[in-house]
């Protein structure tokens, strides 16, 4: 299991951005596949962008591609969830995640059923 802490949400006019981190609480992030999600109200959680553990591979859900960009720093156990262009549709609970791929540096997971540990999640707002 891995601590994940997520920050950086708040509100945001159409068109603007934000950048959300999450932070790592593990031994070795570096061997974890990391993920976004996002969960509107009366919704289901659905996949966001997702980073293998080495940041060589990354995934991003067709509705954000071209406005959000996935990252992570290994030195620091973060990875960032970089917003542009943002919308009211992107108003939701975003939420990180991690699984364990041990040596496996190039996996990325798209599925809510493949992650292991989740944060808190954290709030976005954006208002037209």
């Known amino acids: 299991q891995v601590h994940l802490v997520e920050s950086g949400g708040g509100l945001v006019q159409a068109g603007g951005s934000l950048i959300l981190s999450c932070a790592a609480s593990?031994?070795?992030?570096?061997?974890?596949?990391m993920g976004w999600f996002r969960q509107a109200p009366g919704l289901e959680r659905v996949f966001v962008a997702a980073l293998s553990p080495s940041g060589g591979t990354n995934y991003c859900n067709d509705s954000v591609m071209g406005r959000f960009t996935i990252s992570r720093d290994n030195a620091k156990d973060t990875v960032a969830l970089q917003m542009n262009s943002l919308n009211p549709e992107d108003t939701a609970v975003y939420y990180c995640a991690a699984r364990g791929t041990g040596a496996l540096p190039y996996q990325v997971f798209t599925t809510r059923v493949s992650y292991e540990s989740w944060g808190q999640g954290t709030q976005v707002t954006v208002s037209s």
């Open positions: 593990v031994r070795t992030f570096s061997n974890y596949a």
